[in-house]
């Protein structure tokens, strides 16, 4: 364990209605990875809190949820978030999508509050975990670019991407890709793992990882 994940908090948000479903699986398997390594996580289910869309503000109080005790309290605070869901129609699921509308009654505006959101958003590590029937990986990417976009908005690290087959309740565990070993790895690792995304001025080396230690000087090993 080390000192910098103990500090780091990890928010999972499961974006499906199925509390035993396959996002929540691969919510799962990231937060056992994320206590193993020593990182304060929590596994949240976004219906828990939400239960409207985003009203017009000129003439609407927002819902009557707990979206707020949700944004406030603990995404927020959070260093991290990774965001589980099901494909629906290609996107993500309306209870993931609201999560993202819904904030925007405490970051618009004028004035101290919004200031203090706006910073709170930015910085954050982000991760994303797919649960979709079809095996195509073409299914997800409309998912994959709209986080994409939000972290890139938000001055946010997009850390790492999962994405697994099933339909029935748990039957993401029969993918044979094995993506509930990549999402608990994910969890593990969501503070540690290296991210780089480049400009053109980006000063680099050219090799991405340390060199691996010399092999054996057996007369004949490999070069
Ligand atoms: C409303 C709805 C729309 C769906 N749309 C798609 C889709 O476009 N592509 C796909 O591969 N699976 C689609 N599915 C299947 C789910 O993505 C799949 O069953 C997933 O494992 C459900 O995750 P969950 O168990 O976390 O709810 C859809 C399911 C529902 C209920």
Not at 166 to 177: C, F, L, Q, T, V
Not at 215 to 220: A, D, E, H, Q, W
Request: proline share 6%; charged share 20%; aromatic share 10%.
């Amino acid at each position: 364990m080390n000192s910098n994940q103990q500090s780091n908090r990890l928010l999972i948000l499961v974006g499906s209605p199925r509390r035993d479903g396959n996002s929540a699986a691969l919510g799962k398997a990231a937060l056992r990875g994320a206590e193993a390594a020593g990182t304060a996580a929590t596994l949240l289910f976004i219906d828990d809190y939400i239960h409207g869309f985003l009203p017009d503000l000129r003439h609407a109080r927002a819902p009557a949820d707990r979206y707020a005790e949700l944004f406030l309290e603990h995404f927020l605070p959070a260093d991290g978030m990774l965001l589980c869901t099901p494909v629906y129609w290609y996107g993500m699921s309306a209870q993931a999508k609201a999560f993202f509308d819904r904030s925007f009654s405490h970051y618009a505006g004028a004035g101290p509050e919004p200031q203090r959101v706006m910073a709170r958003m930015t910085g954050k590590r982000l991760g994303l975990a797919v649960a979709s029937e079809e095996t195509y990986p073409g299914a997800a990417l409309g998912i994959v670019h709209q986080v994409q976009e939000y972290a890139r908005y938000t001055h946010s690290d997009f850390v790492g991407y999962v994405h697994g087959a099933g339909n029935k309740r748990g039957e993401i565990a029969r993918d044979p890709r094995q993506p509930l070993a990549a999402a608990q790895t994910l969890g593990a690792e969501f503070f540690t793992r290296k991210y780089s995304d480049y400009r053109i001025e980006t000063p680099r080396r050219h090799n991405v990882w340390e060199a691996a230690p010399a092999l054996s000087s057996t007369p004949g090993g490999l070069p």
